[in-house]
């Protein structure tokens, strides 16, 4: 009897050994998985997350930069520990390795790692004026490179204040204002090719100041191209002759370029400025209000006519 019992007890102890041994075994798989980083991870690297991607797409990018192992235990992790719709996008710089329940909470928190640089774009900048910003702040992103990188987005990056690491790509920077521009821009209905609202949306970012100011004008613009008449706009000048132009010469007025809206009918071949999104919504949505001519004062209001003696007299009043 007593050895039966003796027995019994051995075998309980082998029971509870074993499982000791396999929590034991389980918990250094997971603090392994959670807290492990893999072999190739890219210290001193920053890693960019672009706005407005989900949680699976921030998954393949840290996987393809070695960042993680696993895309499904950082899909865990995040939607299980952290607001997966609060993601903070921009720059990751990683000077250690750490393992992806940090990469998790650093990404769902904006711990990016550095001392991020900022840098305002006003509205109604042209890329060669950014690209003049750019290399101020950032001096090892030429101007010249900058440039070359946004080539073809004029009109499209998006102005606003932006947060960069300090040794951040020119790349970079252009798919994120370009990005913001996507985001903004898919709020806005509109009823004509997005090309032509963006280079409406130029002209109004330089010759009008206010939401509604900048929708009459907008009106004006779009019924003089109903009607075949030219849009005779000062503000594209500027852009020709990359200074500030807003009173062109005469001798402006003869340059044959396809962006002289005085010689070529219709709209300039392309934006002259990045618009913000009060002139991008002003393109969208015009207000119509019978008139066909305006003109900013020396009291600096605008100033309204139907015709053209009387967009002359309101020059007689307001300008000379």
Same mark, same amino acid.
């Given at each position: ?48 997350? =672009?706005?407005?991607? &989900? ?5 393949? !990018?840290?996987?393809? $930069?070695?960042? +993680? *192992?696993? /895309? ?43 001392? =991020?640089?900022?840098? &305002? ?5 042209? !890329?060669?004026?950014? $690209?003049?910003? +750019? *290399?101020? /702040? ?183």
């Amino acid at each position: 009897m007593i050895q039966k019992i003796i027995s019994f007890l051995l075998r309980i102890r082998r029971v509870y050994i074993g499982a000791g041994l396999l929590t034991v075994a389980i918990l250094v798989l997971i603090w392994g998985a959670v807290f492990d980083a893999p072999k190739n991870f890219p210290i001193g690297e920053t890693i960019n997350i =672009p706005l407005g991607v &989900t949680t699976e797409q921030i998954a393949d !990018i840290l996987h393809d $930069a070695n960042v +993680i *192992e696993s /895309k499904k235990l950082y899909i865990g992790i995040t939607r299980g520990f952290f607001n997966s719709n609060k993601l903070k996008a921009g720059d990751y710089f990683f000077s250690n390795q750490v393992g992806p329940l940090i990469v998790a909470y650093r990404i769902a928190t904006g711990v990016h790692g550095v001392e =991020p640089t900022t840098i &305002t774009f006003a509205e109604g900048l042209t !890329i060669r004026e950014m $690209a003049e910003d +750019i *290399e101020a /702040k950032f001096p090892h992103i030429s101007a010249e490179e900058f440039k070359k990188k946004a080539d073809g987005l004029e009109g499209y990056l998006f102005p606003d204040t932006y947060n960069f690491v300090p040794n951040v790509s020119a790349q970079t920077i252009v798919n994120t204002m370009h990005g913001e521009f996507q985001r903004q821009i898919k709020d806005i209905e509109f009823d004509k090719p997005l090309s032509d609202i963006v280079i409406m949306a130029s002209i109004l970012e330089r010759e009008a100041r206010q939401l509604e100011t900048k929708q009459k004008v907008s009106g004006i613009l779009w019924d003089r191209i109903d009607i075949g008449m030219a849009l005779q706009v000062d503000a594209v000048f500027g852009y020709i002759f990359e200074r500030e132009t807003f009173h062109p010469s005469l001798e402006d007025l003869e340059i044959d370029s396809p962006y002289n809206t005085y010689k070529y009918r219709g709209l300039p071949p392309g934006p002259i400025s990045n618009p913000g999104i009060d002139s991008l919504y002003a393109a969208a949505n015009p207000i119509e209000t019978g008139y066909l001519f305006y003109l900013t004062g020396n009291d600096g209001l605008m100033h309204y006519a139907q015709t053209f003696d009387g967009h002359r007299r309101n020059r007689a009043l307001y300008l000379d």
